[in-house]
């Protein structure tokens, strides 16, 4: 493998996104940084982890930042021809070739709310697809008191055969990186989105990100998080997301003073 690198894919109109077909059979409208995203989550998650296909797209994802690694890997197309005396007829052929191997996604609030301790759902139903959730005035935890807006981390997923080499924290790096110097990028504009629409009943009440980021992580990777700074919300609890344990983690990251756009 050479030297992976990262593409960046910005909120997207993914209409016409099929959810129940392959990245391969989509509308040639969808971007295909997206289509590269959801072909390494559909390998990692639907064949592995064994989630439908169709609940693994969702109605965050055309509102979401999405990252997408990449490997160049050579394979031989044609092998080396050699005549009965060992001398090289014809050489070896090989292309390189670009492919995605990991990706992450940052989902803006508003969010749903924290999922109930000891609960167990499946991701969105098929007719959940639409729109984002509206505001709302959460139940407090440990690190969340319920109001104040965060990026939602998610969908980190790395092909198998390429896990074990910083791909993952490459991912993460460059989504947290973005956050941090992107800091005003989803804060609502009142003129767009009204003010009662914002929860909002003056401008001091208008959400503003603030540096507080979220990931629901599978149990078994939290340690993962864990070492990218995220601590476990002890008040979120535990839940099932399609029969996989999950638990809430927080971190705040420094964005220094900055306010609306
Ligand atoms: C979790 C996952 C994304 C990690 O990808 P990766 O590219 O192997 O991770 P990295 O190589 O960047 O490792 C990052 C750090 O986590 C550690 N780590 C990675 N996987 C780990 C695991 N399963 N258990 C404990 N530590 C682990 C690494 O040792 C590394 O630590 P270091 O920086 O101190 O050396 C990958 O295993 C995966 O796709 N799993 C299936 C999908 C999944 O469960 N996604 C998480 C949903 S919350």
């Known amino acids: 493998m050479g030297t992976p690198f990262v593409q960046f894919l910005g909120p997207s109109n993914l209409e016409g996104y099929n959810r129940k077909r392959q990245p391969s059979e989509q509308p040639a409208t969808i971007p295909k940084t997206f289509l590269d995203a959801m ?60 492919t995605p191997i990991g990706t992450i996604r940052l989902v803006p609030f508003p969010h749903a709310a924290h999922p109930e301790p000891g609960s167990a759902y499946t991701l969105d139903a098929p007719e959940a697809v639409s729109g984002p959730p509206p505001y709302i005035i959460d139940r407090p935890t440990t690190f969340h008191d319920g109001k104040e807006p965060y990026l939602k981390l998610g969908r980190i997923a790395v092909l198998k055969e390429f896990r074990g080499s910083g791909i993952a924290r490459l991912l993460a790096d460059s989504a947290i990186t973005w956050a941090r110097q992107n800091p005003t990028f989803f804060n609502p504009s009142i003129a767009v989105v009204g003010m009662e629409n914002l929860g909002a009943k003056s401008v001091d009440d208008v959400p503003v990100w603030k540096g507080l980021m979220c990931v629901h992580a599978q149990e078994q990777v939290a340690k993962v998080w864990a070492k990218w700074g995220f601590e476990l919300d002890e008040g979120m609890g535990s839940w099932y997301e399609e029969g996989i344990k999950h638990v809430g983690m927080f971190r705040r990251v420094d964005i220094g003073n900055t306010t609306r756009q």
Not at 40 to 50: A, P, S
């Open 39 to 98: 072909e390494v989550r559909e390998q990692v998650f639907v064949k592995e982890q064994n989630i439908p296909l169709e609940n693994e797209f969702d109605a965050d994802d055309a509102r979401s930042c999405h990252w997408v690694a990449y490997a160049s890997i050579n394979t031989t197309v044609e092998p080396e021809v050699t005549d009965e005396d060992g001398n090289i007829v014809r050489r070896k052929q090989s292309v390189t070739r670009s």
